[in-house]
Structure formats: C-alpha cells, structure tokens
C-alpha cells in the first residue's frame, strides 16, 4: 500500500524512526541499569508493546484496568496499573488477569489499597503495590513524610506484596538548566524518601519514575531503579519543544488532506479536535494546534470538530484541494486515542496497519 | 441495572430530558415547515438518529463518510455529507451508499465538484450537491458574491443534482442582543443570497442552516427552510452558557469516581483529556473543563489523560475516595467520541445502553 493510498485523515508512523527511538531507550535503560517498564497509554497497541518487551523491557504500565486487559495480548511477565484502581468491578476484572500475569498497582489511599486488598483476598491472589508518592507534581501521591507510615499500613494487608514506590515527575518539563536543577532536587527527594522508608524496614526494591521529558537524566536520580516512559516511543511536538528530542526523533504525524481554500490566505484540513484532540502546547505557549511539515510557516490557529484551520498568509504559496500535508501533532497520547488505526510507514511504503486496540478503553 | 453498577468514567444520558429535547426540536421544525436534518456528530448513534427520524426528521446530516456509513444502519431516507467529501476512495465508498439512500454533498470548490461528478458517472449515481456558502463564520463556503458563479459551474457537472444552499452559521454564538442581530443579519444574507441564484434561474430548492446556539431563531431567517443542528438531543455546557438552553435541559454528564484525595484542597477524577477531551467553553470564558453537579464550587482546574483536578478549596466539604459525581462537560460532541458506549438513565435506573457506532469514523 502506498500513502497515497491511505484514507485522511490518518496517523502516520516512521517505522525506522519509531524502532531508534524503541531501541536508544531500551539501550539507556541496559547502560544504567534501570528496569524499563513503558507505559503503554501512548501507542494502546500491544503490538508495539510486544516490541518494546522484545527489547528488553521488564513489564508494561498502564493507566486503566482495560488498557491492562488488551496488553495482555503483548503477553507481559507483569503489568503496573500506574492509577488507583478504584471501585469493585474493576477489581474483580483486574484480578481476573492476576492468574496470568504478575499485577502491581500505583495507589495512594488506605481506601484504594484496603479495597484492593478485599478483591486479592475474595480471589486468593498476591497484588504488588508501589506506595505513590508526590515529589512535585501535585497530582496524585502522598506527602515523601506521610510515605512511610503509608507503607506501613500498606504493607500490613493481606494478599498485597509491598514493593516500593512510584512517582511521576511531570513537573520536570523542560530540559534547560531549570529541568536540570528539578532533576537534582527529585534526585535528592528520592533519597531522602528511600531513607526514610528502610528507616521502618520497608526499603523499596522498586523505584519507579520517569517520564519522557526528564527520562536521559533518569541516572542522574539516586535511588531510583525503574522508570515507565511512554511518549518516547513516537515523540511529538510537546518533546521537541520541551528539548526532550530532535525533530529527527519524531515518529508520528497525521496525514490531512486539503479540503477546502475558499477563504483567502486560509487552508482547511480535514482534520480538527476528534483527529488531534485540542491540546495546546504542554509549555502553554500559543503556537496552534500541530506544525505542518511541508510548510512550517504555516500557523495552526484554530480547531473545529473536523476542521483544521490553517493560517497560510507567511507561506508565500498557495494549496489546492486535494493537496495532502503530513502535520506533526501536539500531544501523540491523546491523538493516537482518537484513531481507530496506524499506519506503519517505511520509506514512502505502509508496511505494516496497527490497530490501537486500547483506544477508548477508559474503565 | 443500576447506576451505581457503571464503571467509571461513564457517559450517562437522561432518557426523560433526551426525549424531551428531541421532541421540543421536532415540534419547532414542524411548527414552522423547516425539514429537520440532524447532525449525528453528536450522538454518532443510528439508534438515536432513528429516533430522531421517528419523530419527523426528513433526514440524517454527517461530517465524513464513515459516519454516513454507521447512519446507514438507522435506514434515513437521505444522507447529507454536510462536508467536502475530497478523494478517490472516500468517493468510492460513498457511490456504495447511494444506491440504498438518497446522498447529497455541501462542497465550496470546483475540484471537490468534478471529483464527485466524475465518481458519480463512474457508478451511474445521482449526487445531491449544496453548495457551501460563507455567510460569517470564515470556514469553508464561497463568498456570496461567487455563489451564483459556483452554482452555475456545479449545476452543468453531470450527475450532480443541484439543490441548493448550505451554511453554518457558527458564529452566532451567545444568544443575547448581538446575538439576535447577528440573526438578522444572517436573514438578509440569506435573503439576498436566494436572490442571487434565483437571478440565474438557480433558485434553491433547500436552503440549510442551523447550529444549536441559534436554532430556535431559525423561523426569523428569511428563505431558510432547513435546519441541521446537532448538539440540541443532550446540550452541554456551552449551550448553556450561550444561553441556548436550561439547565434542565442538559441531558449528558460523566460519572466520575474520585480516585485520589491525597492533596489538600484537591480531588482527582478518573476522567481526564481521554474522557472529557480538552475543550474549554466555546465563549473563551476560563471556567474549567466541566462543573460538577454534585459539587457546583468545585472548580475544574486542569486536565492530564486520564485524571481530573479539582480544586475543592470552596466546597465546604471534602470527598473519599471511591466517592461518584456526574460532570456536566463543556463540550459533548467531543465527549461522545471518545467514549466507546453510553447508558441511557430514567430515574435512577440504566433502562438501555447504548455504543458509539460512528466514533473514530474520521475518514
């Protein structure tokens, strides 16, 4: 099948660079010795999942029981539910995958883990817990001085195997001397809270961080033995504008088609907010919706539900409808969950058609 | 089942306040002999659009042609493809609609015409066109002044039925003073625009207008005869900031559990990005991401995937984990798409559910 071919609009994905990116983190994570264990919320496909454990990854993370039972079909030898599992039903289904595979969950409540532990108890199962922890983000995880009693508490229910932490710095974005000062200070919370953890006899054997952004600086980290990048897989305009990668490191964009020129010095692409999401830029800054790469002059201003608005005026030329433009997307985890599929691309040529079987898969 | 069965985050619709809407919507069409031609963007359900049929419409209004494909399975009696349908596959599928439905297109330019003309001889199929004309929102749609040029040319295209005239008329937004005098405006462009292309023996048969905000002023627009408006079966937050609707009015929400109260001031949800999409109010006002209808102090602040921040500092009272709430969203179009299925309540009670057939149908 050639692009040409292919139905717009449509996520594209550079097969060579999508496998550099794939195997420059795995190799990272051999040279530094740091259990990888990606998150899958990016790519929702196991497909690329069974990649990623070819590689070398230890497990799989994801955010939701659902997305955990379709990488299942990746056949992982564990899988972290990075989120607190709250709520019956979704234990009972969580437990259903424990007889096949090793399951941890990320929770930061007496609740979650209490409720976690009744389901593990009713199926006879040992469920791994990491104690979350904030270490700046302000968004899950308890106090790095509530940890220990925490744990503590966390660790005396049955059928739960306390095994250490996880924190997510999100809140390192930029990799500039302030991400670089953050990481030092994340560095220095983590030791601390390993500290304060084996003070009680509950040394973490895992600690688990990272994220896209700050994840070649993961080394730097004391303590820390495992980190869960997604977005690394593809890249997207947030990392590029965050100096988390190189245009050359972006792997996917969506192909739109020209459809229709009849306002001038506007372009509209039949792609808007149910094709790229209306995620602006994670910096904040007010640089539209996506780059197009055939004409980076051109400005992304405005998004409807199926329309993209592209200011064409600095282009100094003029498209036709038909005309088709590849266009490099904000934030790829948001986009990928809007398509059905993805086409694998290598050197004009689809080679492969994915489908993003976790798309959708909220509960 | 009940609703404390759902597993969150979860669309719940309101049978009662759903039925009530698609009614209010059908009498007003009836009332003033507009043809009801409902977009299905919004519920991208053939069991809603059935009823909407049921009760009078004259057809089904969809952005792409994998949406006209899903609406197929509610059996109307016509499709319009309410968007420029431009390449040689998607004409191909939408040739293998027409022979089982009527099916016309809203184009704005000459290649998009010859396209579908060409597409048309080459399946012996009679396509509907109406021409899209710009009559204040700047997205797609000739200039009126062009109109009756681009009628001319579409009309002489073989196997294209020329029909009439479409227009958006998105941006009467807020229904207030200007709001009502943007609607005046709009009648004289209509009106001026029929006489145009009656001028040139092109007098048009339908003339299609109607989004949600303005749709009960559609009588006030002079030769308008039909209206599309989609978001009128639920509402959301921006119809009711646009003062186009009550509040109880407002059929949708998501349920929510709260999966973390770990941060003081703070409660996180378990719908995010994927659940609620990123839209803000369409009135640019900052007021958050939803309003919790349990809870209308609580302001919903930020947005990551798949968690929701709320800050709780003005509720007066706190929240535990495992805690619901239902979340009136700002935009449902969007809601809707990412979500896989939705559970139709009457007091209290899940009488159906049902799935989002046409969601990702982006090509």
Redesign the interface.
């Known amino acids: 099948m050639k692009i040409s071919?292919i139905?717009?609009?449509?996520v594209l994905v550079d097969l060579d660079v999508m496998e550099r990116n794939l195997a420059r983190v795995a190799q990272y994570a051999r040279d530094h010795s740091l259990r990888l264990r990606p998150h899958t919320?990016t790519h929702k496909s196991p497909v690329i999942a069974r990649r990623q454990l070819d590689l070398g990854a230890a497990g799989l993370a994801v955010?939701?029981t659902g997305e955990a039972e379709v990488m299942m079909h990746a056949a992982p030898k564990e899988i972290l539910v990075a989120?607190?599992v709250?709520?019956h039903?979704?234990l009972e289904r969580l437990m259903g995958l424990a007889g096949s595979t090793r399951i941890s969950v990320a929770l930061?409540?007496l609740?979650?883990a209490h409720?976690l532990s009744g389901a593990a108890r009713a199926h006879r199962r040992e469920i791994g817990v990491l104690i979350?922890v904030?270490l700046g983000l302000?968004?899950?995880?308890?106090?790095p001085d509530e940890a220990a009693a925490f744990a503590k508490a966390v660790a005396r229910l049955p059928h739960l195997r306390y095994e250490g932490v996880a924190t997510y710095p999100?809140h390192i974005k930029m990799m500039d001397e302030t991400g670089l000062a953050a990481v030092k200070t994340l560095s220095n919370s983590v030791e601390s809270l390993v500290d304060r953890l084996s003070a009680v006899g509950l040394r973490p054997e895992i600690v688990s961080g990272g994220s896209t952004p700050a994840l070649y600086h993961s080394h730097h980290v004391a303590g820390m033995n495992e980190i869960r990048p997604g977005t690394y897989v593809f890249n997207d305009r947030n990392t590029l504008e965050l100096g988390a990668c190189a245009r050359h490191e972006c792997a996917a964009t969506v192909l739109c088609?020209?459809?229709?020129?009849?306002?001038p010095g506007?372009v509209?692409l039949?792609?808007g907010?149910?094709?790229f999401?209306?995620?602006?830029l994670a910096t904040g800054a007010d640089a539209g919706f996506g780059e197009v790469v055939e004409a980076p002059q051109a400005v992304f201003t405005k998004l409807?539900?199926?329309?993209g608005?592209l200011d064409i005026r600095r282009c100094g030329r003029t498209f036709?409808?038909?005309e088709q433009v590849h266009v490099l997307m904000n934030h790829v985890?948001?986009v990928m969950?809007?398509?059905?599929q993805v086409y694998g691309v290598r050197q004009g040529v689809v080679e492969e058609v994915w489908k993003v079987e976790a798309?959708?898969k909220?509960?």
């Open positions: 071919e139905e717009t609009p449509a919320k955010a939701k989120y607190p709250v709520g039903r979704k930061d409540s609740a979650a409720q979350e904030d302000k968004r899950v995880g308890v106090q999100g088609t020209v459809v229709s020129t009849a306002q506007q509209i039949d792609g907010s149910k094709t999401s209306s995620d602006r409807m539900e199926e329309h608005f036709d409808v038909g985890c948001v969950n809007l398509h059905e798309r959708g909220l509960q």
